[in-house]
């Protein structure tokens, strides 16, 4: 038992360097820089899409949650990024007494509306995950559930146990395994029209717009990093792994406006790329209409803390 236990401790912390190792680290101006990012995004921030997908993908959270045993009614649940409150509402919907904590004041505000609108149980807290002290916060090991969903906002090993040491139960984890958000070959066209461009590193970064497992928002751990050092653990978690295709056609000048802001949000970009990225869109519409195919896998999981 004992050497089962000393293997374990050491494949462990194998995955553990692993994931140290391939993610640099923020510096200190990063909180202020991720709250002025979301900011900018918060007016219309998970506002796409039809109501009926949004409602799916929490219906399936609060499926999984129930597969491993919890049940909100009563509970202390404590939200990272919560954003909008994509999970918060439900949960707090379903009789939890819910912390939502963000870095964006404005994410905030538009769950405040909701909260006074539905007078919700959500306490709103507007805090970095990078820097939180969770004993000064009073978090650790209080909360019967912690979530972090598909968030920059536990983006390496130090956040994640971080998380982790705040739950006296259940956590619930998600993030990107593979995106795949262009058109196949013409999407890679454009990245060698633009060259460096396309790929540049965010201002107190350092990282790719995509790290390692897919995960979107930097050098981060997408689902690899997270279930492995988990496992490795002695924990077994519940996964579910998900893959959504989608076809899009838009105008070519509305298509490249889409691309242009998107890559604003990450880093500034000159007249002359702006003319590159527009010129290519209205070069693959031949009849003024763009065609776009996406993919994207990921991934999320629920374990207990208390048993493994």
């Not at 070959?185 to 990282?207: C, F, N, Q, V, W």
Request: net charge positive; hydrophobic share 35%.
């Amino acid at each position: 038992m004992a050497a089962k236990k000393t293997k374990l401790k050491e494949n462990a912390q194998c995955w553990a360097d692993l994931w140290t190792a391939s993610v640099k680290k923020s510096d200190p101006a990063a909180d202020k820089q991720q709250a002025a990012r979301w900011n900018e995004r918060a007016d219309h921030f998970g506002k796409g899409g039809d109501d009926e997908r949004r409602q799916k993908k929490a219906d399936d959270v609060m499926g999984l949650l129930k597969e491993a045993g919890f049940s909100p009614k009563g509970k202390k649940v404590l939200d990272i990024g919560c954003g909008p409150g994509a999970l918060s509402i439900p949960l707090a919907r379903n009789g939890a007494k819910v912390t939502a904590l963000d870095v964006a004041s404005g994410m905030l505000d538009r769950l405040k509306e909701t909260i006074a609108k539905e007078n919700l149980s959500i306490t709103t807290v507007e805090a970095s995950w990078y820097s939180a002290d969770i004993d000064k916060l009073g978090y650790r090991k209080k909360f019967d559930l912690v979530i972090a969903s598909m968030t920059p906002a536990v983006r390496d090993l130090e956040t994640f146990d971080r998380m982790m040491a705040c739950s006296k139960k259940y956590c619930y984890y998600s993030n990107f395994i593979k995106r795949d958000m262009g058109s196949g070959k013409g999407h890679m066209e454009l990245h060698k029209i633009l060259g460096e461009s396309s790929t540049a590193k965010r201002p107190g970064h350092g990282d790719p717009d995509h790290g390692p497992a897919g995960h979107e928002h930097g050098g981060g751990p997408g689902m690899v990093y997270p279930f492995m050092y988990l496992y490795t653990l002695g924990y077994l978690p519940i996964l579910k792994l998900n893959h959504a295709s989608r076809h899009q056609e838009l105008p070519w000048a509305e298509a490249a406006d889409k691309m242009i802001d998107g890559m604003e949000k990450r880093h500034p970009l000159s007249g002359d790329i702006k003319k590159k990225i527009r010129a290519f869109y209205k070069d693959n519409s031949p009849d003024g209409t763009y065609r776009s195919d996406s993919d994207t896998y990921s991934g999320m999981m629920v374990w207990r803390v208390d048993k493994h």
